[in-house]
C-alpha cells in the first residue's frame, strides 16, 4: 500500500504544478501591468479617477488609454494637414 503513495504523491503533485502553471500564464495575460497603473497614477485625469473609484482599474485604464490615444491621432492629424 505504501508504494502506491509512493508513486501517486509525486505524480499528482507534478500534474497540479503544470495545471498551474497553465493558469498562471493566462491570467498574466489578462492581468494589469504595474507600469501601466504608475504611470495611470501619475497623469490621470479626474473623470478616470471616477473610474478608478466607481467600476475598478480595468474600466479606468480602458478610459485612460482611449484618452492618449486620441491624443497621438489629433496630433497625426494635424501634421497630416500641415503636408
Request: aromatic content about 10%; charged content about 30%; glycine content about 8%.
Amino acid at each position: 500500500m505504501a508504494v502506491w503513495f509512493v508513486f501517486a504523491v509525486p505524480l499528482v503533485i507534478m500534474f497540479f504544478a503544470l495545471f498551474m502553471e497553465r493558469v498562471e500564464s493566462r491570467l498574466r495575460h489578462v492581468a494589469v501591468q504595474e507600469t501601466d497603473v504608475e504611470e495611470f497614477l501619475e497623469l490621470a485625469r479626474p473623470d478616470e479617477v471616477r473610474a478608478l473609484y466607481g467600476h475598478g482599474i480595468g474600466r479606468a485604464l480602458e478610459l485612460f488609454r482611449l484618452r492618449r490615444l486620441g491624443g497621438r491621432a489629433a496630433k497625426l492629424r494635424g501634421r497630416r494637414g500641415r503636408d
